[in-house]
């Protein structure tokens, strides 16, 4: 079996993102490699030049490749060790041709239609710029914090929450308590979003089209995120926006390449929710999921004290918030902030909450104990996230530590359940000889390239590969969808 040092390095600390060769030997194996070599070439004096030269290669090469073998027994006995061989030989080696394969097939992209949905972008940042200098009485850089900050503070007399030594604050949050002082704002805030999908996802896109393939071939890490979840670079294919509107109509310039193709995408229900209710073993969460409710509702019915048939959309939506903070370990302030209601009513809300789910209240009574004791968290598949700043002296920096405690068995999970997912579903699409391709994951999202002939088929492989990676305490669900394009899809 293949054995990668860096990936194995991770799995025993994700949170250093430093895997190089001459790191790694220098953690494992006390190896300075460059005064190895330096040393090496001093003995080399007596020879030739063009000898020199290639024994000074082959001596660089011979010795990364000898660090590489003992950091490999290293490695692998401290695997051993730590529990965590298992993770490395069943999820993250075998997930290492999935990647690859993803990157070598990429997405196709429609570039005449990023081109022209790029103009209409632009077109409307014009149309926008030119609102924004009538409220504001006079033309300015908009992009400039400072001018901005001068026209909003200085010449509207608008309400300052915050100043620093350069200047006004204008940044988002900022702006969105001021939308009802003046209608500069919510063009201001447009102004941004439209702007910021200009320069990131059109003309930031379309360096990134391989002109041959016409598709975008991202680039998928196993070793960035302390999580577990994998990442994506050049292009970021996981940072496209899915809320708003303008994100969901760019996903149409992602298409099947031939017209006898369709996308199959499917999506985790609700994954870590349901991975919550498994490890907290909550029963009133796994009660809700085991029965088919809506798990928001459930939630506003409880934190809330009514009938679950007289939740209103205004209260489940507060009640998902409150159900998704907790998994992140949000505090009072920041539900408030989130659902625009007083600290001391978000408070009352976590309060409520977590006494109506005790089994997740003892949850997180427990985790920073069990932290403080080992040094670290895990997931189900015992990967590992060691969290010092549970024990700092700074206050923010240990409040960090317990989100990060509670959040790692959560989300880490999630990220060990879809990457086995992705695992299975590529074996079989392979095992079954089909030409159909796995080609993008995003976060709980899996999307294949399919052959009209093919769809049924592949649809039951991404349910059933999905939905069976692990045995729960409630069931794993997955969307299926399908379409011509990305949105269409989604």
């Not at 030997?25 to 090496?40: K, M």
Request: glycine residues 4%.
């Amino acid at each position: 079996m293949s054995f990668d040092i860096k990936i194995a390095a991770y799995i025993l600390n994700s949170v250093t993102n430093q895997y190089s060769l001459k790191t790694l030997a220098d953690s494992y194996l006390n190896v300075d490699i460059d005064n190895y070599l330096d040393t090496e070439k001093e003995n080399a004096n007596q020879i030739s030049l063009f000898e020199e030269n290639k024994k000074e290669i082959n001596k660089e090469e011979t010795t990364k490749t000898l660090m590489i073998y003992k950091l490999k027994e290293v490695l692998e006995e401290k695997l051993k060790e730590n529990e965590g061989l298992d993770l490395f030989e069943k999820i993250e080696m075998p997930l290492v041709p999935v990647l690859a394969s993803m990157e070598y097939e990429g997405v196709y992209v429609d570039k005449q239609e990023l081109t022209e949905f790029g103009q209409k972008l632009q077109e409307r940042i014009n149309a926008i710029t030119k609102e924004i200098y009538e409220l504001a009485g006079q033309e300015f850089n908009i992009n400039s914090t400072k001018q901005l900050g001068e026209i909003l503070f200085e010449k509207l007399g608008l309400t300052v929450y915050k100043k620093t030594k350069t200047g006004y604050s204008t940044d988002v949050e900022i702006l969105e308590k001021l939308k009802l002082e003046h209608p500069i704002i919510e063009k201001i805030l447009e102004y941004r979003q439209i702007a910021k999908m200009n320069s990131t996802f059109v003309e930031g896109l379309i360096p990134y089209i391989n002109p041959y393939t016409k598709r975008i071939h991202s680039h998928f890490h196993q070793t960035v995120t302390s999580t577990g979840r994998i990442s994506s670079s050049d292009p970021n294919m996981q940072n496209i926006p899915t809320r708003i509107e303008l994100g969901k109509m760019l996903r149409k310039i992602f298409k099947a390449e031939k017209e006898n193709q369709e996308f199959i995408d499917a999506d985790y229900s609700q994954i870590e929710l349901r991975v919550f209710a498994h490890i907290s073993q909550d029963e009133e969460m796994i009660k809700a999921f085991n029965n088919g409710e809506d798990i928001h509702a459930q939630a506003a019915s409880k934190v809330f004290g009514v009938n679950i048939k007289d939740v209103t959309p205004d209260l489940r939506t507060k009640a998902k918030a409150v159900n998704f903070g907790i998994v992140y370990g949000i505090s009072d302030f920041g539900l408030a902030e989130q659902i625009g209601v007083k600290r001391s009513e978000a408070k009352q809300y976590i309060e409520q909450y977590l006494k109506k789910y005790n089994g997740i209240k003892k949850f997180m009574d427990e985790i920073p104990k069990k932290v403080k004791e080992t040094g670290y968290v895990e997931t189900m598949f015992k990967r590992r996230r060691y969290v010092p700043e549970i024990n700092s002296s700074n206050y923010m920096v240990r409040q960090f530590g317990n989100r990060a405690a509670m959040n790692m068995p959560i989300q880490g999970t999630a990220a060990d359940i879809i990457k086995i997912a992705m695992i299975n579903v590529y074996n079989e699409l392979n095992k079954q000889k089909l030409k159909s391709k796995l080609i993008l994951q995003v976060h709980d999202e899996l999307l294949i390239e399919t052959y009209d002939e093919e769809k049924e088929v592949v649809k039951n492989i991404l349910k059933n590969c999905m939905e069976n990676v692990i045995n729960l305490s409630v069931p794993l669900k997955a969307e299926i969808n399908e379409g011509k394009n990305w949105y269409e899809a989604k």
